[in-house]
C-alpha cells in the first residue's frame, strides 16, 4: 500500500511566484483570519465547523461539486475526485512539494489540483496559518505566523536570531496569536496522537522554553525541524511548476481540533468525522467549485452562523478559479492506496468571506 506523497511522479524546478487576486467582502478590519476563518482580535477563539454541523456527533457528510457552467469540466473531474480522496483520508505527509523535474507541469503551468486542495480546505473552515494577502503585508512578510496586530495597532515584524520568518524565535511585539499549535513542542509538522484543546491552543504561555512565537508550517521553516521541502497546503503562496497535493501536519491538526466538537475534547459524544462526497456536474451541493475565464486566480466565498460560543458552522461555499494556464492531472487516486489516522469578514451574525 503506497501512501500519497509514494506514487505521485514529480517534477519541475522553477519557483515563479503567482499573483493571487484577492476579492475582499465587508470590513477589511475583520480580515484578520487565524487557523480558522472568523478569528479575529476580539473573537481570537473561533472555531469555524463544515457545512451542516450543529453540535451533535457521527459522520458530518458534505457534498462537493462542480459547477456546470465551468469551461473544463472533463479535465476538472480526475483532480476534484483527488481532492476530497486527499481531504477524507486526513493522512499527513512530508517532503510534499514537488518541483521541476519532480512534477508533471511544464514551466508555465499551474497545477489546478494543488490549488482546489487549498481551496477546499478554506470552504470546510480552515484559514492560512500565514498572514498571507489579507494582512495587507507586502509579499516578503506574509509568511509571518498569523497574528491580530494587537493594540499597538500594527503588525510587530522580527524574524529573530535565525533570520527565518514564521519560525519560533520570531519577536512578534503585542501582536495578537491567531493560529492554534501544539502544547510544548510548537512543531508545525509532527502530529500527536491526541488533538484537541488539552494538546492545542493559541496561548502563548504554552510554548516550549526558548521559543518566542508560535512557528507555522511554512516550506523555510520546515528544514528547522528536519522535515526540509514541506509545507502545510494552507499556507498562502502558489508557485508556477509545482505541486502540492497532500497534507502537512498542521492542516490535519487544524481540521481535527474541528472535529473534537463543542467540547474541544476527542472522544466524546459531540465529536465527528467529516467526510467529502462528490457529486459530480451540478450547482445543487455544499462545496459548488467552478472554472470560469474571470482574471481572478482562485479563492473560496463563505457565509457562517453561530453554533454556541465560539464555536460557528459554514453555511455556504463556493471556489472560483480563473482563466490561467491550468495543469490537470489525468492520474486518479484509489480509496485502497490511502493511509487514513484513524473568510473571511463579516458580521457578529453571519460572516462571509472571499479568501484566495
Known sequence: MQSFQDQRTSLSARRL?????????????LLQAGAFIGSTEANPDVILHPHGYTGQGGVLTVSVCLDPTSTALPQMDIPMRNVVTVWNALETTTDNLRLGAESELEADEVDWESTILHEVGHCIGIAHPNAATESGLPAAQRNYTKVADGPNNTFDLDPGADGIIGSADDVRGDDVNLHWYRNGTNNPFVLPATVDSTTYSRALGNLPGGDLFVANADRAVSAL??????????????????????LAADDVATVRLGMSGLDEIEGTADDYTLNLEYVGVTNSCDIVVR???????????????????????????????????WFFTTDLLGNAEIFADGFESGNTTAWSATVP
Open 291 to 325: 472554472l470560469n475565464t474571470s482574471g481572478s486566480f482562485a479563492f473560496c466565498q463563505t457565509s457562517s452562523a453561530l453554533i454556541q460560543g465560539n464555536h460557528r458552522r459554514l453555511t455556504f461555499a463556493s471556489v472560483t478559479t480563473g482563466d490561467f494556464n
Open 225 to 246: 525541524y528536519g522535515v526540509p521541502n514541506t509545507e502545510a497546503s494552507m499556507q498562502q503562496g502558489a508557485f508556477f511548476d509545482e505541486e502540492q497535493r497532500t
Open 17 to 29: 511566484a503567482i499573483a493571487l487576486s484577492l476579492a475582499l467582502l465587508f470590513s477589511p478590519s
